[in-house]
């Protein structure tokens, strides 16, 4: 059977709606019912990142070493985004928190996710989970990625102020939070969203529009970064070596876009 111009390789339903595996030209993705990709794997070069928004969340790397210690992500989908920071953290540990049981399911047996002792799979309610966490006081993480979203937009369970508010109570002190958002700067969803993330982090946030696309990816820091323009420059010639993925544009983009906060991010 044939869906999205594709082959459609599995089909389920849950009580939040429909779950579709489509293969078309060498590569795998994730459908929650409607032609727009959730996730989507390379089959010959798993490792691969093969969607823009995903590839453009990894400008995290541009501020902070590879992860050591605790990392938190919100919305799992195929895992692309957690496979990549367990590949390239080997000192991570990530806690993973999913809505959808099923979706967990898919994720193992049709894009890879594996089961690693530095990985936690939590399924739950991520909003819930991150306002758990923050009252308990017990934890704080390094990186929080935020991922959520189902067939109509951003989960309602992250759309809040309550939500970003506990975002950065949970960040260490070099702690950072990378979201993907959904629409151009002047859609009314992500203007809220950005004065959410604006106002739990003092303004101390970028953004970074995926090219060609949609969507637009936040940075929200707990504190300022001791680092320089020039640096992130020689940050992002090595990781473009390392990870072939185009760093030195993303270092472009930030500055563009971020006129009136870059320097609240980073030293002059």
């Known amino acids: 059977m044939h869906k ?30 409607s032609s727009s990709i959730q996730s989507a794997m390379l089959l010959s070069d798993p490792d691969q990142l093969v969607l823009a928004y995903v590839r453009t969340m990894t400008c995290w790397l541009l501020f902070k070493e590879p992860l050591v210690g ?9 895992g692309s985004i957690t496979q990549h920071v367990l590949k390239h953290c080997p ?3 990530l ?5 959808r049981k099923s979706v967990v399911k898919i994720a193992r047996s049709h894009f890879g996710l594996p089961h690693d002792p530095r990985l936690d799979v939590i399924v739950g309610d991520g909003g819930d989970y991150v306002r758990s966490r923050m009252e308990s006081g017990r934890e704080q993480y390094g990186l929080l990625v935020v991922d959520a979203f189902d067939h109509d937009g951003m989960a309602e369970a992250i759309s809040n102020q309550a939500f970003f508010d506990a975002c950065h109570a949970l960040l260490a002190d070099d702690g950072l939070l990378v979201i993907n958002l959904w629409g151009g700067t002047a859609n009314p969803v992500f203007q809220t969203a950005a004065l959410w993330l604006g106002r739990a982090f003092e303004w101390k946030i970028l953004f970074l529009p995926v090219v060609g696309r949609g969507n637009i990816i936040g940075l929200a820091f707990k504190s300022s970064v001791a680092v320089t323009l020039k640096d992130l420059r020689a940050r992002a ?12 544009a993303f270092v472009k983009d930030l500055k563009k876009h971020n006129a009136s906060t870059l320097k609240q991010v980073i030293k002059p």
Request: charged fraction near 25%; charge should be negative; proline fraction near 2%.
């Open 4 to 33: 999205y111009e594709g082959l459609l390789v599995h089909q389920s339903h849950d009580d939040d709606g429909i779950i579709e595996v489509v293969e078309k030209d060498g590569i795998r993705a994730l459908h929650f019912g």
């Open 70 to 78: 605790k990392g938190l992500v919100i919305g799992l989908g195929g």
């Open 91 to 93: 000192d991570c540990h």
């Open 95 to 99: 806690t993973v928190v999913e809505n």
């Open 237 to 248: 010639a090595t990781l473009e070596q390392q990870l072939h993925i185009d760093f030195p």
